[in-house]
C-alpha cells in the first residue's frame, strides 16, 4: 500500500509542475497557474502526513487506527484538492454560509488527518522504556483533548470565548515540548544501548 501511495502522490506532483511549466511558458502568471500551486502545496503536505500514517499502518497492532486515519486523510485530501482547484466554492470553507456544514466537515477532515499525523509519528516510537510509555501516552491524551475542543468550538458545540485561549495556547506548547522531548528521549535512548555493544 505504502508503494502504490507514493506512486499516486509522485505522479500528483509531477502533473500539476508540469501544468504549471507549460502555462507559465505559454501564457505567463495566470490563474491555472495559483491553482496549480495551491494544488502542489497541498499534495505536499498531505504527502508528509501520508508518510507518518503509512509508517504505522506497517505494524500490525495499530491496523484499525492508522487505516481509519488513511480514509479521513484521503477524503481530505480529495475535497482540498478539488478547492485548490476551484470545483467547490471557496466560500464554504472561508465564510459564514447556509453550507457552513459542509466547510466544517472539510476542516474536521483536515484536522483530523494532521492529528493522526502526529500520534501515528509518537506510536512509531518503538521503547519499552517507562518514561517514554508515559510521555506517548500524555502526547497522545493531550492531543486528543485538543482535538476534541476544536471540533466542538468548530460546530459550535461549545462556545470558543476569550478566556479560553490562554489555555489553548498552553495546551499547544504543551503538546509541542512533550512531542519534541519523546522523540529525543527515544532516540537517545535506542542508541545507548547500541553504544554499549560496540563498547563490548
Not at 61 to 78: D, P, Q, R
Not at 147 to 160: A, P, R
Not at 175 to 189: A, D, E, P, R, V
Request: charged fraction near 15%.
Amino acid at each position: 500500500m505504502k508503494n502504490k501511495i507514493t506512486k499516486i502522490i509522485s505522479i500528483a506532483i509531477l502533473l500539476n509542475i508540469l501544468i504549471f511549466i507549460i502555462n507559465i511558458l505559454n501564457q505567463g502568471f495566470t490563474d491555472i497557474v495559483l491553482k496549480t500551486i495551491k494544488s502542489i502545496g497541498t499534495t505536499f503536505i498531505f504527502s508528509i502526513i501520508y508518510t507518518c500514517i503509512l509508517t504505522l499502518h506497517e505494524k500490525k497492532e495499530y491496523k484499525i487506527f492508522s487505516t481509519t486515519s488513511l480514509i479521513l486523510c484521503s477524503i481530505g485530501y480529495f475535497l482540498t484538492t478539488l478547492i485548490a482547484w476551484e470545483l467547490i466554492d471557496f466560500c464554504i470553507v472561508l465564510c459564514d454560509s447556509s453550507e457552513s456544514i459542509s466547510r466544517n466537515f472539510l476542516l474536521s477532515l483536515i484536522i483530523l488527518s494532521l492529528s493522526s499525523a502526529h500520534i501515528s509519528l509518537i506510536l512509531n516510537i518503538k521503547n519499552k522504556n517507562n518514561t517514554i510509555k508515559y510521555l506517548k501516552r500524555t502526547v497522545i491524551f493531550l492531543s486528543t483533548v485538543l482535538d476534541i475542543f476544536i471540533l466542538l468550538s468548530l460546530f459550535n458545540i461549545i462556545t470558543l470565548h476569550f478566556i479560553y485561549i490562554p489555555a489553548l495556547t498552553i495546551l499547544v506548547l504543551l503538546i509541542i515540548i512533550t512531542t519534541i522531548i519523546t522523540l529525543l528521549l527515544g532516540k537517545s535512548i535506542k542508541r545507548q544501548p547500541r553504544k554499549k555493544l560496540l563498547q563490548q
